[in-house]
């Protein structure tokens, strides 16, 4: 069981025979929100980071559906990194929650679905400041 509260990982039910496999991923059944952006990560050096940022209001589930990837997650209180290298396995991240993903392999595809569109001032970019806003939302 993880540690942080803010995350957890999902299976996927792969629907496969001899022809393949396939994951259907719906709003509001197996991904816990309505999407409304999806977006996909791929060809990263395998020394760049991504993420190092958090949300105040969005929710995200990212699949590595190619080769893998490492994810730190932080609430704050406590860092997991998780490694994700199954296209059956999401990690369903609430808000709150700072994200860096690293050690990317050369083959990479990091799929993310959203909670919402895109909007720059729902993001916090500098650490020092999540870290803040996580000690006032434990006060208030």
């Known amino acids: 069981m993880s540690k942080i509260k803010k995350h957890n990982k999902i299976s996927l039910k792969v629907i496969g025979d001899d022809r393949g496999s396939l994951i259907a991923l719906e709003s509001l059944d ?28 969005l929710r995200q589930m990212m699949v590595c559906v190619h080769g893998s990837c490492k994810l730190l997650l932080d609430d704050g209180h406590s860092k997991e990194v998780l490694k994700l290298n199954r ?8 808000e709150m929650m700072w994200r860096e993903m690293f050690d990317f392999s050369d083959d990479c595809v990091l799929m993310v679905l959203a909670s919402e569109h895109y909007l ?3 993001y916090i970019r500098d650490y020092d400041n999540f870290i803040k806003k996580v000690k006032i939302n434990n006060e208030g």
Not at 33 to 55: D, M, P, S
Not at 87 to 93: F, H, L, N, Q, T
């Open 120 to 122: 720059e001032s729902d």
């Open 30 to 57: 197996n991904i816990p929100f309505e999407i409304k952006r999806v977006y996909y990560i791929y060809a990263t050096r395998n020394a760049c980071k991504r993420g190092l940022h958090a949300h105040k209001k």
């Open 87 to 94: 296209p059956d396995e999401g990690v369903m991240m609430n």
